[in-house]
């Protein structure tokens, strides 16, 4: 008993130490408004509708459904919102960033069934300064939330194939089960289908796996609980109309044409975005010939692949591979390290090097060469005063969620599709007084389509790469 408790002092030390390091990394300048990547202030705008109307089965946007995702990232964000009193991109940001520190913990455990104490804290360490992980543990996206619970799946896994008590090999499958069922909520199928990659290619060359069997039964039943949980709510709503949009949503569906990348472009993006580690990824592939099968990376490369194939290709959709990659790389690293002080020295030098480099950007860097707020929320904010609390405004190609989530209100304002004919009738119905904000390059194309408008310009202003102009209408 005491040998036991002295061998999980370290452990515990261990998780202390990476909980305080993941929380210096990824929370300073978590509410920067400086930069919002693609989609944020459109998901911090649902957060702020959800808490305002109390909701917290469907998503909403300017007050009108969106079938697009459940709201495993939104609802907890909107609670906090309603805790709080006023909503804020810190809050946005609070599930993605609590849910990358998580993700840091599994990795460790993880590594620590499969390699030892050693690599797993190198590896877990070193995740935390690769940008595809560190990044988007800083953003209000639901990427972070599917690769918790991809980690917390495969760590519930191993766990069970390796568990010597039939009953507690049970309660890990039946969490793994659970964790892959919030990946499907977060972003859907391949939360579960990387956890049965994991499944299918870690036991090879270690017997002391078992892989499930009739444990898959246990595995779909805790899947089944944790989608149940939102997915029974959402059904009683509207009695299925809304969770069949969810589940029959286009981004779902494999045969709708999308605009696509070249297949290799990804390889790239793994390179840059698991930079530095990157740089020992072929002493890595390398160890897998002379050493044997490397689980790990077989399991990040199946991940790799799997984007390749699809195609919607979106390089954050890769970070679930970067945890796996990690690992692996450690794994050579603390190999070579005993015999190689040329990679002893380099891994001492660039890990601590990324890890200082996250905080020390958004706290000094960043404020010094972007001093203003974001140009969509500062044209925002220009703009508000000149519509009024309760003026109309048409958008047409620019993100009305700015104007939505700057204003604290979504009434009055329309966002415009020129592919939708309903939506332009009401452009062309537009009330005297009304006001008309579109993207100068789009300008044209409103007019053909909607009819000339009588309008007057009231501002005009260089929004990132683009020109966005509000017009009074009449």
């Not at 002391?208 to 059904?235: C, D, H, M, T």
């Not at 260089?462 to 009074?472: D, E, M, P, S, Y």
Request: charged fraction near 20%; charge should be positive; include cysteine.
């Amino acid at each position: 008993m005491d040998a036991a408790i002295d061998q999980n002092r370290p452990r515990a030390l261990d998780l202390v130490c990476l909980t305080a390091l993941a929380a210096l990394v990824i929370f300073p300048g978590l509410g920067q408004l400086r930069s919002c990547i693609s989609h944020e202030i459109l998901h911090a705008e649902t957060i702020r509708e959800m808490a305002e109307t109390g909701n917290f089965v469907e998503t909403k946007f300017l007050g009108r459904r969106i079938p697009d995702k459940p709201p495993v990232m939104h609802a907890p964000a909107a609670l906090m919102t309603r805790w709080l009193g006023r909503p804020s991109m810190t809050v946005a940001r609070v599930p993605s960033a609590l849910t990358g520190l998580l993700g840091i913990l599994a990795t460790y455990g993880i590594g620590l069934a499969l390699l030892g104490r050693r690599p797993a804290l190198i590896g877990s360490v070193a995740l935390l300064g690769v940008p595809g992980y560190s990044l988007l543990a800083r953003e209000a996206l639901p990427d972070m939330i599917l690769c918790a619970g991809i980690l917390f799946s495969c760590l519930g896994l191993l766990l069970g194939m390796r568990a010597s008590k039939r009953f507690i090999g049970i309660l890990y499958l039946a969490a793994a089960g659970f964790s892959a069922g919030v990946g499907v909520l977060a972003k859907g199928p391949v939360g579960l289908l990387f956890p049965v990659f994991f499944a299918a290619l870690v036991p090879f060359g270690r017997p002391e796996l078992k892989r499930p069997r009739l444990g898959w039964l246990v595995f779909g039943a805790g899947l089944l609980v944790s989608v149940g949980i939102w997915a029974v709510p959402a059904y009683l709503l509207d009695h299925g109309i809304y969770l069949r949009q969810v589940i029959f949503q286009p981004d779902l569906d494999l045969r709708v044409k999308v605009k696509t990348k070249p297949f290799y472009t990804l390889f790239g993006v793994a390179l840059l975005q698991s930079f530095p580690l990157s740089i020992f990824l072929p002493m890595t592939i390398r160890d897998w010939r002379r050493y044997g099968f490397s689980p790990l990376l077989a399991v990040a490369a199946a991940i790799l692949l799997t984007f390749v194939c699809i195609p919607k290709k979106r390089d954050h959709y890769l970070l679930p591979m970067y945890p796996f990659v990690a690992l692996a790389i450690a794994a050579s690293i603390v190999r070579h390290s005993e015999t190689s002080r040329v990679v002893r020295q380099a891994a001492w030098t660039l890990v601590p090097f990324s890890l200082l480099s996250f905080p020390l950007f958004f706290t000094v860097i960043q404020p010094l060469i972007l001093p203003h707020p974001d140009p969509e929320i500062r044209f925002a904010k220009d703009s508000l005063p000149i519509i009024g609390p309760k003026g109309r405004v048409y958008c047409v190609h620019v993100d009305a969620e700015v104007l939505a989530w700057v204003g604290r209100r979504y009434d009055g304002i329309v966002a415009v599709s020129l592919g939708s004919p309903d939506e332009v009738d009401q452009l062309r119905r537009a009330p005297k007084g009304a006001y008309l904000l579109a993207d100068q390059k789009s300008l044209d194309e409103t007019l053909a389509v909607a009819g000339t408008l009588s309008r007057n310009e009231v501002l005009s202003r260089r929004v990132k790469n683009r020109t966005w102009v509000l017009f009074r209408l009449g």
